[in-house]
């Protein structure tokens, strides 16, 4: 039984379509990070699982059944993207409150040693930075000890100290056979704290594999050079070349093979090229890559 | 259930708003006005000292209900916090029945200790039948209010939700003749006065106190603000949970 099965889902807002036909699946105890810029529909996906928002059309299947059914089971905890905390309540009685609200919770020592808020504890709820805020809201995602964590951009306002003691309490969490999904738009964090990444723009899947796979994919090299006036028909024939852009007198090639390209641009053309640069592809060109493609 | 009462309760004794201006009026009130005219003593006999505790026991428990549930309220629903509630088992009945439960709750402290004053500084003496029957009616006839509450949090953003509860703890206040009698009132007004749940409210008290029966048109007209404010903060709160 996979932990999350959406099938066909779509969800607009009048006319605009933040979910447009997502199919994804995840099975139990994988970690899996949602990658996307700003916009894509990975919070409207989201709540879509935690059945906050219902789809506009498709199916959404959290551990079997209806997300509703698995909130009402405590098979859930959720970090979203925001949401204050009771700011006269200290840390240990926000943690116990929830905590008690799941039929199984984990103990409320361990989530705080988990979430590291043991020294915080007694500390009120609004004396709390926006990092150690942060903290809690997970410690109160992790509290029922569900079986599926769902974490909505989970390391916005925090600082790089914060965001490494965060992953860990992440993959300590996910360690004991948990399934996680979290969306972010950072590469570095789906590559490093997940097994899976799930690529999505524009409310669609357009990769989905390791972040290794993802990676070689798209291993693209860029080749760039300014052509001053010069047509540029015929540039995106070129051998090698994916995509072409023309941006004022700069063209960008993108290649599988900058070598042909660059031999085919000064043997096949009579094109004048001046600053011709080949730069790799990092994650994020990657990422560049694949939400234009789209 | 219970202990998401116990945290609703102690997060607004540890508010300084609600300590100040819910807890600590009425009984500063009780206070200035009871040493002005406690002594006074109206047309059925009983002493102003009295009215007086009756009339700003019933203005605290209005500012209770409407400053601890419609404020608190209104910013959860903004703030995140309700929708961090909506992703765990806690079912959405709850909410409701546990702020209800809690803002009557949160009546309790500044009714005490507003009859406590009265006791202690007027020297307000009533047999005990009468403050076994006198309290709890104070009490359970404070449900419109509670529910007036929850529908001002259900339907306003956090700012306009304070100035509601406000202007309607005090405009309950001034047209249900808690804080001038009604004897001095206009006529024309008075019409609006006698259709106030404050004035009812306060109304079944002050028979209490003289030894008399609760009025049944009084008992009728709180009931029925009570049924139509707990509809509409229903149907308030439903529109609120699914927009969460």
Redesign the interface.
């Known amino acids: 039984m996979d932990a999350i099965a959406l099938t066909d889902v779509s969800k607009s807002y009048g006319n605009v379509l933040a979910v447009d036909g997502l199919n994804l699946a995840v099975e139990a105890g994988r970690t899996v990070a949602l990658l996307g810029p700003n916009g894509a529909g990975k919070s409207t996906s989201i709540n879509m699982m935690?059945?906050?928002i219902r789809p506009s059309g498709g199916r959404v299947e959290i551990l079997g059944g209806s997300p509703d059914a698995a909130?009402?089971?405590?098979e859930?905890?959720?970090m979203?993207q925001?949401?204050?905390?009771?700011g006269?309540?200290t840390v240990r009685?926000l943690v116990d409150?929830?905590r008690?609200?799941?039929?199984e919770p984990l103990g409320l020592d361990e989530i705080l040693r988990v979430a590291d808020l043991t020294e915080l504890a007694r500390r009120r709820a609004d004396k709390l930075s926006g990092g150690q805020a942060q903290r809690v809201?997970f410690a109160?995602a992790i509290a029922?000890a569900p079986k599926l964590l769902v974490l909505d951009e989970p390391t916005a306002a925090m600082d790089v100290e914060s965001r490494l003691r965060f992953w860990k309490s992440m993959r300590d969490y996910a360690a004991e056979g948990r399934t996680v999904l979290f969306a972010t738009h950072y590469l570095e964090e789906a590559d490093e704290n997940s097994d899976r990444v799930i690529v999505i723009t524009r409310g669609r899947v357009v990769a989905d594999g390791t972040a290794a796979q993802i990676k070689s994919g798209i291993s693209d090299q860029v080749v760039r050079f300014t052509l001053g006036g010069q047509p540029v028909a015929g540039l995106d024939g070129l051998p090698g070349v994916s995509a072409a852009e023309i941006s004022q007198d700069v063209v960008t090639l993108r290649t599988t093979d900058p070598d042909a390209t660059v031999a085919a641009l000064y043997r096949g053309t009579s094109l004048e090229i001046r600053d011709l640069r080949i730069i790799g592809a990092d994650l994020e060109d990657a990422f560049l890559a694949l939400t234009r493609e789209s | 259930m219970p202990n998401y009462v116990k945290i609703e309760v102690l997060r607004m004794l540890r508010n300084r708003r609600y300590i100040i201006f819910v807890v600590g009026f009425p009984v500063v009130f009780y206070l200035i006005f009871s040493g002005i005219w406690g002594a006074q003593t109206d047309s059925g006999g009983v002493r102003a000292a009295v009215v007086l505790m009756v009339s700003m026991a019933a203005y605290g428990a209005i500012a209770a209900c409407l400053m601890s549930t419609a404020v608190p309220w209104a910013q959860e629903r903004q703030s995140g916090w309700l929708r961090q509630l909506r992703v765990t088992p806690l079912p959405g009945w709850a909410i409701i029945v546990t702020k209800l439960i809690a803002s009557l709750l949160l009546v309790l402290p500044s009714m005490v200790l507003v009859c406590l004053a009265a006791v202690l500084t007027q020297g307000v003496r009533l047999p005990v039948g009468e403050w076994l029957v006198l309290i709890p009616a104070l009490w359970i006839g404070a449900v419109p209010f509670a529910a007036l509450g929850l529908l001002l949090g259900s339907l306003l953003p956090a700012d306009a939700a304070q100035s509601a509860a406000m202007i309607s703890t005090f405009g309950l206040a001034i047209l249900g003749g808690l804080w001038f009698p009604v004897e001095i009132m206009p006529e024309a007004m008075k019409s609006v006065v006698h259709a106030m749940p404050s004035f009812s409210y306060a109304d079944i008290g002050q028979h209490l106190v003289a030894g008399d029966a609760a009025p049944p048109s009084a008992v009728v007209t709180v009931v029925a603000w009570a049924a139509v404010l707990g509809t509409a903060a229903v149907f308030a709160y439903r529109r609120a949970l699914a927009r969460a």
């Open positions: 935690l059945g906050l909130v009402a089971r405590g859930i905890g959720a979203l925001s949401g204050e905390l009771i006269e309540l009685e409150f929830v008690r609200l799941y039929p809201r109160l029922g």
